[in-house]
């Protein structure tokens, strides 16, 4: 998915951690006139959008939250109004909700106002969103492919990079929580964008020099444990998602993903897919989609397909995607999945390439107002 810090002074720091690290902003969310309540929540492996049964389906938007004139950013900036304004109605949108997204790219100090504009938009537009606090590659965030130690505890230390955070992961996620739990069209939470335990030989973390250590899936397991805990200690009720790739990471091969997945801190089991398999399930007998979707079963919680991908433009065209996607979304479906977002809209599809870019005018938009489900 996507990379971002920064250093504050002690003091700075003592004040914000002394008033719940809601003090280093005026910014905050306006008043809501609806009242609080949790909207969604699950039922015999499906969701329930207020009461009624739910089939999600929506989009993957990771660069709602850049403004280039206060953060790093994340990609091209997007037009918040035309984006939920375009949504159809019931939808679900997934984004980036870093921490580096909330700092000041120039003071080097949080600044919620780009995040907190994602929410407002979709509010007024009464869409709902699905924000994923960190991710595991650090793109777009702190920079750093997160590896075992930090599963262990270097989620509860300030990342070292300078200009990309600053809190540890831990508190991020109380700040976060704290300020957007009230949000009326706040879905849930993800921790981090597809989590493994592994450990790198190089810097880059390139695949191949990664090994998973013995107690990878315990390490996972206890960092959804605690973590998941900070949110159900601040907004109870509301889902957690696992955020988990499904394939076969480190953590979570086999039968290592429902050890996981069986968390009480974790509502919602994901898959991610980008397989060229649209009448079949992906993946093999191991980590494949039917496997995971049989250790949903047996956990009794939703498996919701949180990214589903194919590359178009230059190598397929856009029609014959949307063709592609909607069998496998029908075939998932059918299999049991309780929910699918496309990878990913981007305010500036890049036509002439290979990409999986999703913009404004592709006919996936069509697609997705097709499925969406709520009886």
């Given at each position: 998915m996507t990379r971002v810090r920064t250093r504050l002074?002690?003091?700075?720091?003592?004040?914000?951690?002394?008033?719940?690290l809601l003090a280093c902003t005026d910014q905050r969310p306006p008043p809501t006139e609806h009242p609080t309540d949790i909207v969604l929540r699950t039922k015999a492996e499906r969701f329930r959008l207020r009461g009624q049964p739910w089939w999600p389906a929506g989009f993957n938007a990771p660069q709602l939250a850049t403004n280039w004139s206060v953060n790093i950013g994340c990609g091209a900036q997007v037009d918040l109004d035309a984006y939920f304004g375009a949504l159809p109605a019931n939808a679900l949108t997934?984004?980036?909700?870093?921490?580096?997204?909330a700092i000041d790219k120039t003071t080097g100090e949080l600044d919620f106002r780009a995040v907190d504009a994602v929410f407002r938009a979709a509010e007024r537009h009464r869409q709902l969103v699905l924000p994923v606090l960190a991710p595991q590659d650090g793109?777009?965030?702190?920079?750093?492919?997160?590896?075992?130690?930090w599963y262990v505890d270097g989620w509860l230390n300030v990342a070292p990079e300078p200009g990309r955070a600053v809190m540890s992961f831990h508190d991020w996620i109380g700040t976060a929580v704290e300020r957007?739990?009230?949000?009326?069209?706040?879905?849930?939470?993800?921790?981090?964008?597809?989590?493994?335990t592994s450990v790198c030989s190089n810097p880059t973390c390139d695949f191949d020099v990664r090994t998973c250590p013995p107690d990878a899936a315990k390490v996972l397991r206890q960092f959804m444990d605690k973590a998941g805990a900070i949110v159900r200690a601040r907004d109870p009720g509301?889902?957690?998602?696992?955020g988990l790739t499904g394939g076969g990471q480190c953590g979570t091969g086999g039968e290592d993903y429902r050890y996981v997945g069986?968390?009480?801190?974790?509502?919602?089991?994901?898959?991610?897919?980008?397989?060229?398999?649209?009448?079949?399930?992906?993946?093999?007998?191991?980590d494949g989609l039917a496997v995971r979707?049989?250790?949903?079963h047996e956990l009794g919680k939703p498996l919701f397909v949180a990214e589903v991908g194919e590359a178009a433009g230059s190598c397929l065209s856009l029609t014959a995607r949307r063709e592609n996607i909607g069998m496998k979304l029908t075939t998932q479906r059918n299999a049991g999945s309780a929910g699918a977002l496309i990878w990913a809209f981007v305010p500036d599809p890049r036509l002439d390439q290979c990409t999986y870019d999703v913009g404004p005018e592709d006919p996936l938009w069509s697609l997705v107002a097709e499925r969406i489900t709520l009886d």
């Open positions: 002074a002690a003091a700075s720091l003592a004040l914000c951690a002394a008033a719940g997934r984004f980036n909700a870093f921490q580096a997204l793109g777009c965030d702190d920079t750093l492919f997160k590896q075992r130690q957007w739990k009230d949000i009326p069209v706040l879905a849930g939470w993800g921790l981090v964008g597809e989590p493994e509301r889902l957690i998602f696992a069986a968390s009480p801190q974790v509502d919602v089991l994901e898959y991610h897919d980008y397989s060229p398999d649209f009448g079949t399930l992906p993946g093999n007998a191991w979707l049989r250790q949903a």
